[in-house]
């Protein structure tokens, strides 16, 4: 089921005197109950097209659908009532210093339905990202990991069914990272909330996001599920991030004769493994081919294999191995400098 449609949505902006489209002409479909992210450098307008799901940032054209109901359109009450139905997290959290992280939660739940069973449902938020004990602390004397959990414990007070996140792990080291990851995951599973969720990390697209779109100057360039943006870019820039994201570090030492044979990059379907395919061909046409270098990425339940294979012998026969492994893989290039 669709929970959330874009089409043609564009956000217009001037600075100094010019005018420029920083979401531009975008349509998205966002599944009830998936993790779906939006990656991109930074510019690229990702932060725009989140806030103009909640209209913290009103689109200049276009139309957003969220269960059905066109928003734009909406008037000022019914705009309080949908945000109350998206909690947001952010990258620097946003909390109330000067407030107790129990405050900061009960403010949250103030603003909703929850007046009677206030001191209760704080302590249920709290339990659900498991800093029951830190109800009375201030958010100075959490870490940033911390913070960001008190964070979507608040996002999560009014019993949201979307929950939209800025970049929400890009101020954190890896393991809070992974941290706040995995209760974001769990999230999802149990309450069955959506997730929208940006970032310019595709070590977070990797561990978290169901699909994803990319986008590059307001514009989205591709959407598919995470594996096959992974597994098979088409975009440029798609490439480029992915590309670099996966590419294995070949050490100077390792680097065989570029002069006497041919490095090539091979990723396929991790699930198999080519060792019988690299014997196949190696015999086929009497060519050797060794592994130098290799890695397995797993992207969320799938996995993509990465091989870094060398052939040496007869000039025509390397070339019609190279073909034949290209083929037989769905990606395959050759390099020719150390990377
Ligand atoms: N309120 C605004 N007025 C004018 N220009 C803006 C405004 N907000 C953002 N922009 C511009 O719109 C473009 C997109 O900004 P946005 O914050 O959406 O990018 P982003 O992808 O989130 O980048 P980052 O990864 O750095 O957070 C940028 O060029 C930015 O300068
Ligand atoms: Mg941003």
Redesign the pocket.
């Given at each position: 089921m669709d929970k959330i449609i874009l089409e043609h949505v564009t956000v217009n902006?001037?600075?100094k005197k010019k005018h420029?489209a920083?979401?531009d002409d975008v349509s998205l479909t966002i599944k009830q109950g998936e993790i779906f992210g939006v990656v991109?450098?930074?510019?690229?307008?990702?932060?725009?097209?989140i806030?103009t799901l909640n209209l913290l940032?009103r689109p200049s054209a276009g139309s957003i659908k969220i269960d059905g109901v066109e928003i734009t359109q909406l008037p000022a009450d019914k705009v309080r009532k949908l945000r109350q139905k998206i909690g947001m997290i952010f990258q620097h959290f946003n909390l109330i210093n000067n407030k107790t992280v129990g405050e900061n939660i009960a403010f949250a739940l103030k603003a909703g339905n929850y007046k009677q069973a206030l001191p209760e449902r704080v302590k249920e938020l709290l339990d659900l990202v498991d800093l029951g004990d830190k109800i009375d602390s201030y958010p100075n004397q959490l870490s940033g990991g911390q913070k960001q959990r008190i964070g979507i414990a608040r996002a999560l007070a009014n019993n949201p069914e979307i929950l939209l996140c800025?970049?929400a792990t890009s101020a954190l080291d890896v393991e809070t990272t992974e941290e706040i990851l995995r209760i974001l995951a769990d999230i999802n599973q149990k309450l069955g909330i959506t997730i929208v969720f940006?970032t310019?990390e595709l070590e977070v697209a990797k561990k978290l996001f169901h699909r994803m779109a990319v986008?590059e100057n307001?514009k989205v360039v591709e959407a598919d599920s995470t594996y096959n943006i992974f597994a098979n870019p088409k975009a440029a820039i798609t490439k480029k991030l992915v590309g670099r994201y996966l590419n294995l570090q070949l050490p100077n030492e390792l680097l065989p004769d570029l002069s006497k044979g041919r490095l090539v990059e091979l990723r396929y379907q991790g699930k198999s493994t080519l060792t019988p395919l690299i014997t196949d061909v190696s015999k086929e046409f009497d060519v050797a081919i060794s592994i130098i270098h290799g890695k397995i990425e797993y992207i969320q339940n799938d996995v993509i294999g990465i091989l870094l294979v060398y052939l040496t012998g007869d000039k025509n026969a390397v070339e019609q191995s190279f073909l034949r492994l290209s083929q037989k893989v769905f990606a395959a290039k050759e390099i020719k400098e150390a990377i």
């Open positions: 902006f001037s600075q420029f920083a979401v991109g450098l930074s510019g690229a307008g990702k932060s725009t097209l806030r940032q800025d970049e940006i310019h986008m307001g």
